[in-house]
T-cell receptor
Framework: GAGVSQTPSNKVTEKGKYVELRCDPI?????LYWYRQSLGQGPEFLIY????????DSGLPNDRFFAVRPEGSVSTLKIQRTERGDSAVYLC???????????FGPGTRLTVL | GENVEQHPSTLSVQEGDSAVIKCTYS??????FPWYKQELGKGPQLIID?????GEKKDQRIAVTLNKTAKHFSLHITETQPEDSAVYFC?????????????FGKGTHLIIQP
């Protein structure tokens, strides 16, 4: 079946603007994760959803970052008042509830000018 | 929180030789250790994983070993091929029966020389 998909693949915005990044998980996967990957680094955990609720948002860097998953499937990562330091690849992953294997999407490359 | 160290940062081997990448972790509660391969412009792809109840796991040319006492685990790739060239990441997490966020190492750029 289809894997994790993310849109857009690339997003260029100006400092101070608001952006939304979308993730479509693998069908049937109840767990969904957001990570951020800076150039030359490993992915860094941001937030984890189990169903519709955020089970762990300890990785969100500050209150400019927010994520939702209203129907337990598609998730949107929202960044307010973007800063140049927010530039990175934002990765989404999903997994079945009872397993640990996380499957990643291709990512959204965010560039803040 | 968990901290994962990965070495080396770059590894160059001749085609057909073996490659070994090593990781250490800090949290003794971690019990799940996946390895991901990432090609340029793509998301990480799981290649193998191991749980703390076993010491070794093998899948064709790829194997992973885990030493819980020393808190380190390693990826072994034998008979390397040009398509093995990529960045490899190790990760660790604690999962008490559900899912959990992964803590990644900084990655190893594996270069297979023809």
């Amino acid at each position: 079946g289809a894997g994790v998909s993310q849109t857009p693949s690339n997003k260029v915005t100006e400092k101070g603007k608001y952006v939304e990044l979308r993730c479509d998980p693998i069908s049937g996967h109840t767990a969904l994760y957001w990570y951020r990957q800076s150039l030359g680094q490993g992915p860094e955990f941001l937030i984890y959803f189990q169903g519709t609720g955020a089970a762990d948002d300890s990785g969100l860097p500050n209150d400019r970052f927010f994520a939702v998953r209203p129907e337990g499937s598609v998730s949107t990562l929202k960044i307010q008042r973007t800063e140049r330091g927010d530039s990175a690849v934002y990765l989404c992953a999903s997994s079945l509830f009872d397993t640990d294997t996380q499957y990643f999407g291709p990512g959204t490359r965010l560039t803040v000018l | 929180g968990e901290n994962v160290e990965q070495h080396p940062s770059t590894l160059s081997v001749q085609e057909g030789d073996s490659a070994v990448i090593k990781c250490t972790y800090s949290d003794s509660a971690s019990n799940y250790f996946p390895w991901y391969k990432q090609e340029l412009g793509k998301g990480p792809q799981l290649i193998i994983d191991i749980r703390s109840n076993v010491g070794e796991k093998k899948d064709q040319r790829i194997a992973v070993t885990l030493n819980k006492t020393a808190k380190h685990f390693s990826l072994h790739i034998t008979e390397t091929q040009p398509e093995d060239s990529a960045v490899y990441f190790c990760a660790a997490s604690y999962s008490g029966g559900g899912a959990d966020g992964l803590t990644f190492g900084k990655g190893t750029h594996l270069i297979i020389q023809p």
